[in-house]
């Protein structure tokens, strides 16, 4: 069935680069997405990777996908304390119909300390 | 400036009442969901609609129900046949083309006493 896995927390410290990681299972997903939530809050979209790239380059934030180990990562470079909140990782089955149904992991929570 | 705005931000419930939460949006988005958050869980999709008038079930739509009489609405209401309601609940939109990214409000925290 489809999932979506990530580690639940992850402590870097300031100025230091994170890097978040996620396994899926649907290997015809279309689309991959990163998503931050910070407390209290909605989730707002970072960025995305259509499937058939290998990495997208987005000023501090470098997404990377590995197609055939099912494996999508997020790197922020220069962490800052801003960046503390929950990332969540989601994907889009194949069977797009104008439902855009994502499929997110659980959020890997990032602390960022001095 | 365009959003989505879902309301009540915190609500309180007795047990066996019904409530309904709102959602907005002027995004002019066709499509609209619902998602409920628990903690140290990812989201699961409620509810979604493509077009006024029409929705489908999500993987846990038991004790819920919808209804998109406008493209700008969806409200959802949380029945007390939802055996476990306490939950965030989250509204999202998007448009139904490529790659359809999905736009969040700032989420209705509901709980039950």
């Known amino acids: 069935g489809e999932d979506v896995e990530q580690s639940l927390f992850l402590s870097v410290r300031e100025g230091d680069s994170s890097v978040i990681n996620c396994t899926y299972t649907d290997s015809s997903s279309t689309y991959l997405y990163w998503y931050k939530q910070e407390p209290g809050a909605g989730l707002q979209l970072l960025t995305y990777?259509?499937?058939?790239?290998d990495m997208k380059q987005d000023q501090r934030l470098t997404v990377l996908l590995n197609k055939k180990d099912k494996h999508l990562s997020l790197r922020i470079a220069d962490t800052q304390t801003g960046d503390s909140a929950i990332y969540f990782c989601?994907?889009?089955?194949?069977?797009?119909?104008?439902?855009?149904?994502?499929?997110f992991g659980a959020g890997t929570r990032l602390a960022v300390h001095p | 400036d365009g959003g989505i705005t879902q309301s009540p931000k915190y609500l309180f419930r007795k047990e066996g009442q019904n409530v309904t939460l709102s959602c907005e949006q002027n995004l002019n988005h066709d499509a609209m969901y619902w998602y409920r958050q628990d903690p140290g869980q990812g989201l699961r999709l409620i509810y979604y609609?493509?077009?006024?008038?029409?929705?489908q079930k999500g993987d846990i739509a038991e004790g819920y129900s919808v209804s998109r009489e406008k493209k700008e609405s969806f409200p959802l209401t949380v029945t007390s046949a939802q055996k476990n309601p306490t939950a965030f609940y989250l509204c999202?939109?998007?448009?139904?083309?490529?790659?359809?990214?999905?736009?969040f409000g700032e989420g209705s925290r509901l709980t039950v006493l």
């Open positions: 989601a994907e889009s089955p194949a069977d797009y119909s104008g439902y855009n149904k994502l499929i």
């Open positions: 990777i259509f499937s058939n790239m």
């Open positions: 999202a939109s998007s448009l139904t083309s490529p790659p359809g990214e999905l736009f």
């Open positions: 609609s493509h077009i006024v008038n029409d929705f």
